[in-house]
């Protein structure tokens, strides 16, 4: 079992940064590809961002030139630095782990993220 454990979230204005972390423990060593994903009020959770342990990215078109994702292997940490943020970009943003064959996966509390001025 992996358990995630996401922290950064807060209320930021417009324009403004926020970096989100995500701790991972437990079963570590099988997890592969380490993302964020978002849900808003009234809509389906989202991929923002997701990378590999080869260091592999991919992005949200809504996410891309905007936030950046990172992943320390060593910390067994993924981090997500979200610039120029828009009220759009609301929602609880959650961590996930997933094994190599994506057939396991691990998810966060979830985090809150508001964007407002």
């Known amino acids: 079992q992996v358990q995630l454990v996401e922290s950064g979230g807060g209320l930021v204005q417009p324009g403004g940064s926020l970096r989100l972390s995500c701790a991972a423990s437990?079963?570590?060593?099988?997890?592969?590809?380490m993302g964020w994903y978002r849900q808003a009020p009234g809509k389906e959770r989202e991929l923002v961002a997701a990378?590999?342990?080869?260091?592999?990215?991919n992005y949200a078109d809504s996410a891309r030139g905007r936030f950046a994702i990172s992943r320390d292997n060593a910390q067994n940490t993924v981090y997500l630095q979200m610039n120029s943020l828009k009220p759009g970009d609301t929602a609880v943003y959650y961590c996930?782990?997933?094994?190599?064959?994506?057939?396991?996966?691990?998810w966060g509390q979830g985090t809150q993220v508001t964007v407002s001025s």
């Open positions: 996930n782990a997933a094994s190599v064959t994506g057939s396991s996966t691990a």
């Open positions: 437990g079963r570590i060593f099988s997890i592969y590809t």
């Open positions: 990378i590999t342990r080869g260091g592999s990215t």
